[in-house]
């Protein structure tokens, strides 16, 4: 399926929106790192975080949003609010291409996975690893589910890491095994997030880490 929009950032103007580098916990070496979203709201709600924490290290960083919106006559009206919005996030984030195809948020479930990898495949380059939102646990989104299933056959395919978003969830201060503590940017975060309008009724949105946790957290696959 043909992309709806796809922005390229200028290095420049991407490093000159996120600010001078801040100094983080290491982060594996990536050259090239494809975000999977969901929905816009995933980037910078959930991801923004990591993203940015990758972008700093120099990673160049490529978001792409399977959906737009969930109802086809407002989504139609909305989809370059969302464009706009997530440039702007972007930008500030430090991710160096957004891009947002044509899938109806709420819908992805009818789509195989092999389907949306494919399409995953067809607007990004080269890449040697890839970051999602960790959909494994019961409840999750369907949307988060078949996001999560099309970037781990994108990762697979290109044999490159799978980097998975998670909750804390334990009370220890020990990481639990396979768990990656990523030191994050939450006034540079807020800030992308706020290039949002409001999530509506009909955007399934993961709530943010707390205000008061510097850290994000990663499974590796």
Not at 184 to 202: F, L, M, N, S, Y
Request: proline share 9%; net charge negative; glycine share 8%.
């Amino acid at each position: 399926m043909r992309p709806e929009v796809v922005v390229d950032i200028e290095p420049d103007a991407a490093q000159t929106a996120a600010g001078p580098a801040r100094q983080r916990s290491p982060l594996p070496k990536t050259r090239r790192l494809l975000v999977v979203c969901a929905h816009p709201f995933d980037a910078t709600v959930t991801l923004g975080g990591v993203i940015a924490a990758f972008a700093d290290t120099g990673t160049a960083v490529q978001v792409v949003c399977l959906t737009h919106e969930q109802c086809a006559v407002a989504g139609e009206g909305r989809r370059p609010v969302r464009a706009a919005e997530l440039l702007r996030a972007a930008g500030l984030l430090g991710a160096r291409e957004a891009t947002l195809l044509e899938h109806r948020a709420a819908q992805l479930q009818w789509n195989p996975p092999e389907v949306l990898a494919a399409e995953l495949r067809s607007v990004s380059g080269p890449v040697d690893g890839v970051l999602t939102i960790d959909a494994s646990a019961p409840g999750s989104h369907p949307d988060l589910v078949r996001a999560m299933r099309a970037a781990r056959r994108v990762a697979a395919r290109l044999r490159c890491p799978l980097y998975g978003w998670v909750p804390r969830t334990w009370g220890t201060d020990e990481l639990p095994h396979g768990v990656l503590a990523v030191d994050c940017d939450r006034a540079r975060q807020r800030a992308a997030i706020a290039c949002h309008d409001a999530p509506g009724p009909d955007d399934p949105c993961t709530a943010p880490a707390g205000a008061d946790e510097p850290h994000d957290y990663l499974t590796v696959f």
